[in-house]
């Protein structure tokens, strides 16, 4: 009997893209034997609500920027649309409505597992998809009291080990903003097109709606 395809769904602001988001994706892609593993970048993050995000064009060039050359990543622009805030499990269901047959791994890092249950519909996300968690460095979780709070990802939970890397977007855009190097935190191409915008410079980006 032939395996249903499993297709990995990594959504974030990447803003910008990092090799820790790539290591994370990597290990995951290769543990889990993934067809693909999907970037998503966020239009709207309704966890930051106020805060201040690079424009949709931008963070969708730097992570297609930073996933060239990997033939098992892909990128989509299905939840740039839009200007209301970009819920997973919105986004979920409009991945299956287009690939009905594949199973999805949405993939996250270990910060983000503790922070899962005050997601909007948790239990709605783990009926449509495996969560793929990765380690993050000075993140302890518990898998078992994540289940607790949200009954529907029993048996629907993959902890993989993945490279801690110890690196944040916020910290990148700091050290920009410092005039410090981020040579090696980014891929070069992704580097080359920070400094080519003049982007992280000031203390607030454009807005998430200036595409």
Not at 32 to 55: N, Q
Not at 63 to 81: H, M, Q, V
Request: proline share 9%; charged share 25%; hydrophobic share 40%.
């Amino acid at each position: 009997m032939t395996r249903a395809r499993r297709v990995g769904i990594f959504g974030g602001t990447f803003d910008p893209i990092h090799h820790g988001h790539l290591a994370l994706a990597e290990a995951v892609g290769q543990a889990l034997d993934l067809e693909h593993v999907i970037f998503y970048p966020v239009g709207t993050p309704p966890h930051k609500p106020g805060a201040p995000v690079s424009a949709a064009q931008a963070r969708y060039r730097m992570t297609e920027l930073g996933i060239a050359g990997n033939e098992r990543f892909a990128i989509s622009d299905l939840d740039l649309a839009g200007e209301a805030p970009s819920y997973t499990v919105d986004l979920l269901r409009e991945i299956h409505a287009r690939v009905p047959d594949a199973t999805l791994v949405f993939i996250i890092g270990a910060d983000s597992l503790r922070d899962f249950p005050t997601w909007h519909d948790p239990d709605g996300i783990a009926r449509m998809c495996r969560l793929a968690v990765g380690a993050r460095p000075g993140v302890e979780v518990d898998p078992d009291q994540i289940m607790a709070r949200v009954p529907a990802l029993h048996d629907r939970l993959d902890l993989v080990e993945t490279p801690r890397l110890d690196i944040s977007a916020t910290e990148i855009r700091q050290r920009v903003r410092a005039g410090q190097s981020i040579r090696y935190l980014v891929p070069d191409p992704v580097w080359d097109f920070i400094r080519s915008r003049k982007l992280y410079r000031q203390a607030s980006p454009p807005s998430p709606n200036s595409r």
